[in-house]
């Protein structure tokens, strides 16, 4: 990765105060994280369906592969020796979920125009599968470019004008339409029923800071209340916005990791993650499955889960009422 590349990765970890911080997170407790070979085989059939974006530019089409252009983890951001996965390569920006045969849930901020999308692609099966290190060639059948935006919201900073008496955060998320069904890979089940309540377990799957692929559980809801989003201890990074929060109990997902924590502090002349008691910091920020799911079809798990014979609800023209008078304080290219 060139180095304007990766000052614009990395910029938000360094420089940016907290409350413009969308892709801060922080560690709860213990570090939950887990290799994707590590993780419970359940959750590896979930993790399947987990997509890491990436910037076309750091892709480069070899006859039927792509290369990943990427950085060591400890080069990247400055982390200790010591830091979990300091010798990792990293490289995605964000991450998101299959939830359609052709359609990735993410967060808003990933993705906020067309020309944002137009330079994102998705690739799956970026993680380690317990032969070694996150793979530098993947197939082009498992690499996705962004169609279109089918559905946006992002609510951050102070109400919109055509919300008078909004204020504060809200929800963040993105329905993006891939340019072809994926192979291999089946879109998840959401909760289509009440919001978690507090204590509820939970985990989530993404890629943080734009690592391979990472299982994280050992969270609960600590906050159900908020417009649009819940409060919980996620073990999450910059690069885990997007990423989907499962229910520990049921696999169904939650919502979107979106918001938190500060990162990194520095411990000398190099950085360690920022580490609090599992009920200390201020919690991460999960926009809540119930904003979106109306635009999302019921995948075949979640009828069988349901004991549905519904039809799939029809496909949704795209949706992009509000893009502009939205107000953000973010640009493209943070590791969300």
Known sequence: MNNIALTTLFLAVSVL???LKAENKVIYGNDDRLEY??????QRRLADSVVSLWQTWDLKKEGDNYSLRTARFADAVGVCASEPFSQQPLGAFCSGTLVGEDLIMTAGHCVRTQEDCDNTMFVFG????GSGTAPSVVPASQVYSCRSIEKWAL???????EEPGAAGLGADYALLRIDRA??????????????PAKGTPLFVIGHPVGLPLKVAGGAAVRDPGQPGYF????DTYGG???SPVFNLGTNLI???LVRGETDFVYEGDCRVSYRVEDEGGRGEDVTKISELAAFIPVSKGETAYLGLTASLPAAREPDLAGLESVRTAFSRGFPQ
């Open 231 to 234: 409060v919980a201890n996620l």
């Open 254 to 256: 939650e919502g979107i």
């Open 155 to 161: 609510q951050m900073g102070g109400p919109a004008p």
């Open 37 to 42: 070979f590590q993780a419970p085989a359940d």
């Open 17 to 19: 105060p907290s409350p």
């Open 126 to 129: 970026f993680r380690n599968d």
């Open 240 to 242: 885990n916005s997007g």
């Open 182 to 195: 994926a192979e291999g890979r089946q879109p998840l089940a959401v909760n289509r029923g009440a919001s």
